[in-house]
T-cell receptor, first 113, second 113 residues
Framework: SQQGEEDPQALSIQEGENATMNCSYK?????LQWYRQNSGRGLVHLIL?????REKHSGRLRVTLDTSKKSSSLLITASRAADTASYFC?????????????FGTGTRLQVFP | DAMVIQNPRYQVTQFGKPVTLSCSQT?????MYWYQQKSSQAPKLLFH???????NEADTPDNFQSRRPNTSFCFLDIRSPGLGDAAMYLC????????????FGPGTRLTVT
């Protein structure tokens, strides 16, 4: 299976703390994306990092990518209760006419008020 | 503004009774995807359309079929649902090949009795 793995599987923190999630993948990539999924809902795209980028920021989100180690991390700073959700990394590989996503196993984040 | 719409949000069907899930989009995207997500697991790609060009994943069971009558609509047909097909079914769209994010609908939760 090409599926990536995420670590930790579950994370519980207090509001205001930072949350770090790690993702490892198996194949060469063009880019890697992070998605959030609230309980029982669809996924929402958070950030995309290309294979030639090492770090990217978006608001309270910071993503790093280490292609030599085939790993990525997502940092959420100053967490809020509303950040409670599952977070998935997704590696992108190209089919002949489009891109396909392979999702990691996900990290369930619980932020307590 | 709703961009990817899935109906119904909840569907209950009987074992072996055909069921159709629907997805529509207002983004005019070329690509539409169907994913299956079982409880506490990552979304798994079933198939996708690039315009009218259908692409089936190798491990998608024959029990699952899809139709895309026009750019806006895409249907997932399950010919003879089994208990193991109970899951959340997610529809997504993207512009096409390249570094593009996918836009997900809210999902349809299928229960098989």
């Amino acid at each position: 299976s090409q599926q990536g793995e995420e670590d930790p599987q579950a994370l519980s923190i207090q509001e205001g703390e930072n949350a770090t999630m790690n993702c490892s993948y198996k194949t060469s990539i063009n880019n890697l994306q992070w998605y959030r999924q609230n309980s029982g809902r669809g996924l929402v795209h958070l950030i995309l990092i290309r294979s030639n980028e090492r770090e990217k920021h978006s608001g309270r989100l910071r993503v790093t990518l280490d292609t030599s180690k085939k790993s990525s991390s997502l940092l959420i700073t100053a967490s809020r209760a509303a950040d409670t959700a599952s977070y998935f990394c997704a590696t992108v590989y190209q089919s002949y006419n489009t891109d396909k996503l392979i999702f990691g196993t996900g990290t369930r984040l619980q932020v307590f008020p | 503004d709703a961009m990817v719409i899935q109906n119904p949000r909840y569907q209950v069907t009987q074992f072996g009774k055909p069921v159709t899930l629907s997805c529509s989009q207002t983004l005019n995207h070329n690509v539409m995807y169907w994913y299956q997500q079982k409880s506490s697991q990552a979304p798994k790609l079933l198939f996708h359309y690039y315009d009218k060009d259908f692409n089936n994943e190798a491990d998608t069971p024959d029990n699952f079929q899809s139709r895309r009558p026009n750019t806006s609509f895409c249907f997932l047909d399950i010919r003879s649902p089994g208990l193991g097909d109970a899951a959340m079914y997610l529809c997504a769209t993207s512009k096409g090949s390249g570094a593009h994010e996918q836009y997900f609908g809210p999902g349809t939760r299928l229960t098989v009795t």
